[in-house]
């Protein structure tokens, strides 16, 4: 089994971006090339500020759902 990371990076315009990934650092690469996803595409440049690691790519996806649903204080207290 592969390890998966759940990440959270933050845009240019203050939002967060939560997604997963098995190497974090060079997803962080690819969205900040514009070739991520649509949504910091047009937010660039990200940054990370929180990753948390998952033992493979379905609980990492479970995890990636469950932080898209929290409120934005949620995340902060997440990150902080």
């Known amino acids: 089994m592969t390890k998966c990371y759940c990440y ?3 845009c240019a315009d203050g939002t967060y ?3 997963w990934a098995i190497d974090p650092e060079k997803r962080v ?3 900040n090339k514009g070739r991520g996803a649509k949504y ?3 937010r660039l440049p990200v940054s990370l500020v929180y ?3 998952q033992p493979d790519r379905v609980t990492a996806m479970k995890r990636e759902r469950a932080i898209k649903k929290m409120t934005r204080s ?3 207290k997440l990150i902080a």
């Open 51 to 53: 990753v948390e690691e």
């Open 17 to 19: 971006y939560t997604g």
């Open 40 to 42: 910091t595409k047009m």
């Open 29 to 31: 690469q690819v969205h």
């Open 8 to 10: 959270i990076v933050e």
């Open 74 to 76: 949620q995340k902060q």
